[in-house]
């Protein structure tokens, strides 16, 4: 039987009464979708890296709380530290993308606007609502996939105030379809922190290509082929997790 995992924050955890409280999603889905009952035992992560054994106490419409049982021990996270910026795409294909970097291992998702971005927010809430369900994606991923760290999903950001904030990562990857070499530009490398960013369809600018250089990418090209941008953003991922991570 698969394992009924749920997600709770920290601060829902009281381990002076060993009990913790499941908000309203979670809890509708422990009692409506999985008719679990109390003394049924089910598995809470934090979303920080710590998984627990519980029972469920009493389970609401609004609520579920849970005694605390035993913690368990969490699936090991990769040693890399990924981030990965992304051009904002359309429809489902963002989507996508943060629910396979999820599964692959990423910490850190942030949708970028750029030159040819394949779509453009119209306003703070529009963004907001966007970053609503991303967030929700990677939990669901999160979940399935094991993982008791939840990556973060920023909020999106121009090209340029992203690349500005990356000079403490350990190597900094460019994924084009031109202008760039293979992954032999990084080989013998063994960096704990990589940013790699990946275009949208229409591809980067001349300008980003150069600003990218300037503040230190390394511009790699896969293949002969050019990928769609979600096909480019999971093969990225996937590669660097295999050649730093733990995908082995």
Wanted: charged fraction near 30%.
């Amino acid at each position: 039987m698969p394992r009924r995992r749920f997600y709770a924050p920290p601060s829902a955890f009281n381990f002076d009464e060993s009990i913790v409280t499941l908000a309203a999603d979670e809890a509708r889905h422990l009692r409506d979708v999985l008719r679990l009952k109390p003394r049924d035992a089910v598995y809470v992560f934090d979303g920080a890296g710590r998984e627990y054994r519980c029972i469920v106490k009493d389970a609401r419409r609004d609520s579920a709380e849970l005694w605390i049982d035993t913690q368990h021990p969490a699936r090991p996270e990769s040693q890399l530290q990924l981030k990965l910026g992304v051009a904002l795409l359309k429809g489902e294909k963002f989507d996508l993308v943060v629910q396979k970097a999820t599964e692959l291992g990423v910490q850190h998702i942030a949708p970028l606007t750029t030159r040819h971005a394949d779509i453009h927010l119209r306003d703070e809430s529009d963004a907001a609502k966007r970053v609503t369900r991303w967030q929700r994606i990677a939990l669901e991923a999160a979940k399935q996939s094991g993982r008791a760290v939840l990556p973060e999903v920023s909020a999106p950001e121009s090209f340029d105030s992203f690349v500005e904030g990356t000079k403490d990562a350990e190597l900094r990857l460019m994924f084009s379809e031109r202008g760039g070499g293979g992954l032999w530009l990084i080989a013998g490398r063994a960096p704990r922190s990589v940013v790699a960013l990946v275009g949208s369809e229409g591809g980067w600018s001349d300008e980003e290509i150069e600003s990218a250089r300037e503040h230190e990418f390394h511009v790699i090209t896969l293949g002969g082929r050019i990928l769609r941008a979600e096909t480019a953003a999971i093969t990225a991922t996937a590669l660097l997790q295999h050649l730093f991570g733990d995908l082995k």
